[in-house]
């Protein structure tokens, strides 16, 4: 059975949380495409520091570029831009078949299609699907097509687990015993998916309601939630954790490697991500008796993640300078 083109029977789409000149010239990424139902792409400034620090695809056309004299930033724009068109054509296959908020509304009522991300609680969630909301009235009063927009809600996962698990633990004494109920370890790993399913619950409430219909009588797609930081370090838990019960319409899983590589070898297909709402209601609820803010949790991992993407950026541009003189000369 192949797993992950399973996915699409259960209306989730999978998508590569990587992207690299090597992937691109090795025809990993056809492969993908044509044999495993590869959907999309998502990069980051992390990916690309690792992909060209780590490479020497890229080194040919950094020299070039030293030579010229172009300064780090100008060739990482160049080497980033590139490899992103080359992936959009690729994919072009599958696509023939808060102060931020104004932004994402804009954006997307000009046609502009968006990936909103680093998103964790399910209140900011609700509030960029009402920009998406708010953009698709404002192209149908105007009378613009709606089936020309494209956007995805990007949900941090596993991040979440990473951070509360460690402050449940803070509350388990050093003999595992607890004098709280329910047990702080009876949580561990279950918050992250939780959280998830409630989004996804979201979704759904709006998806029925007379606003979203009216959209979608008019031609709009809807902004499907992309669940990224789906990979799970923690080798005591599943390494398809974040991927089976995630599975739902209107979805796109963005795995990395391995973890496509795991769902594809042993992963179970399943329309899950509507079920166990109520459990997931109460786990949220659990945690919030044991002293956990989920909403201090989210903020805290959006402001770190903001800054993860901040630091690599810095990175690429130095490892790209270092390569520029290192060629230039």
């Not at 078949?97 to 968006?114: F, Q, W």
Request: aromatic content about 6%; overall charge positive.
């Amino acid at each position: 059975m192949n797993r992950l083109r399973k996915l699409a029977d259960y209306r989730q789409s999978y998508w590569l949380d990587d992207l690299s000149r090597d992937l691109l010239r090795s025809g990993d990424l056809p492969r993908r495409i044509r044999e495993k139902g590869l959907r999309g792409i998502t990069s980051n400034p992390a990916i690309f520091s690792q992909a060209i620090g780590g490479s020497t695809a890229y080194d040919e056309q950094i020299s070039r570029s030293a030579r010229s004299g172009k300064p780090a930033l100008q060739i990482s724009e160049e080497l980033t831009c590139q490899d992103i068109r080359e992936a959009c054509d690729a994919l072009l296959p599958v696509y023939r078949d808060t102060e931020g908020l104004p932004a994402v509304e804009e954006l997307l009522y000009r046609g502009i299609s968006v990936n909103v991300t680093l998103l964790f609680s399910v209140e900011v969630y609700q509030a960029v699907a009402e920009a998406w909301l708010k953009a698709m009235e404002r192209r149908l009063a105007a009378g613009q097509p709606l089936n020309n927009v494209s956007s995805v809600a990007s949900c941090f996962v596993s991040r979440i687990d990473t951070l509360v698990d460690q402050l449940l633990a803070h509350r388990i004494r050093p003999d595992g015993t607890s004098a709280l109920t329910p047990h702080p370890k009876s949580l561990q790993g279950k918050v992250a998916v939780a959280n998830a399913k409630l989004a996804y619950a979201a979704f759904r409430r709006m998806a029925g309601s007379e606003r979203w219909q009216a959209g979608a009588a008019a031609g709009a797609k809807p902004q499907r939630l992309l669940w990224a930081s789906t990979g799970n370090k923690n080798p005591a838990c599943s390494d398809v954790g974040y991927v089976e019960p995630l599975i739902g319409a209107h979805t796109v899983n963005a795995m990395p490697a391995a973890t496509a590589a795991a769902f594809a070898d042993h992963g179970k297909p399943g329309k899950n991500l509507s079920r166990a709402v109520p459990v997931a209601r109460k786990s949220l609820k659990e945690i919030k008796a044991l002293g956990i803010d989920l909403k201090r949790v989210t903020w805290q991992l959006e402001n770190e993640g903001i800054q993860k993407f901040i630091e690599p950026f810095e990175k690429l541009i130095g490892n790209i300078e270092a390569k520029r003189k290192a060629l230039a000369g």
